[in-house]
């Protein structure tokens, strides 16, 4: 059983020993399964049959659009305010670490709340002084008002209770996209090297607007929810 990594097409697939063993494999969609015709196919040496079954995820994330109210009450904000959900990926050259503090400082003084979700492997403890480093940044941003720490909420409550996200190249925005909600890309060229370039300019930022500073990232905010 092959569960795909989010609701998110890479033009990249990687082919591992054991795949060999199976008859029948099974893909979300047809996207997913010409990328594995194309580049992990050929090393099996064998014929297998495909199927297309589409994401049962995509259902949940879609009836979190009649969960607001449970989730803004569930994680204690405040109904009569705009909440951002502020979302980015783990690695160190993300923009958590490096960008993490200055981000929720404008979104705090912009008078909006703030939920501070970073993808759970940036507290992961194999990643050692990554990991410390990315625990000092939570707790700066727990300093602003507004700002709510969502590192271990359910993802479910904090899209359902936000309206609008930012992110830099997570999965977790292309979930997003499914509640017709905007998201706004901040980029960081330090991480932007770990990328293949076509997935960069297909699924990595090109569904939202893309900032490449703190003060363009105000006005995005204030055009998407303001």
């Not at 020993?17 to 099996?44: C, N």
């Not at 602003?144 to 359910?154: N, S, T």
């Amino acid at each position: 059983v092959q569960i795909f990594h989010g609701c998110i097409l890479k033009s990249h697939a990687k082919a591992i020993p054991d795949l060999a063993k199976f008859d029948h494999f099974f893909f979300p969609g047809p996207l997913y399964r010409k990328t594995f015709e194309a580049q992990v196919a050929p090393l099996l040496n064998r014929t297998v049959r495909y199927h297309d079954t589409g994401m049962p995820r995509t259902d949940d994330i879609l009836a979190l659009r009649t969960m607001r109210a449970e989730a803004i009450a569930a994680l204690g904000l405040d109904s009569g305010k705009k909440t951002v959900l502020y979302s980015s990926t783990w690695h160190l050259e993300a923009s958590f670490v490096s960008y993490g503090i200055a981000i929720a400082k404008a979104v705090s003084e912009l008078g909006l709340q703030l939920l501070v979700r970073p993808h759970p492997l940036a507290f992961a403890p194999m990643l050692g002084r990554a990991r410390q480093r990315a625990l000092a940044v939570l707790d700066s941003c727990a300093a602003f008002p507004g700002v709510v720490l969502a590192h271990d909420k359910d993802d479910r409550y904090v899209m359902a209770a936000s309206d609008m996200m930012i992110a830099d190249y997570g999965s977790i925005a292309y979930e997003y996209l499914i509640l017709d909600r905007p998201v706004v890309f901040f980029d960081c060229p330090e991480y932007r090297h770990l990328l293949q370039e076509d997935d960069l300019e297909s699924w990595g930022r090109a569904a939202g607007t893309v900032v490449a500073n703190v003060e363009e990232l105000r006005t995005a905010i204030m055009a998407s929810v303001g």
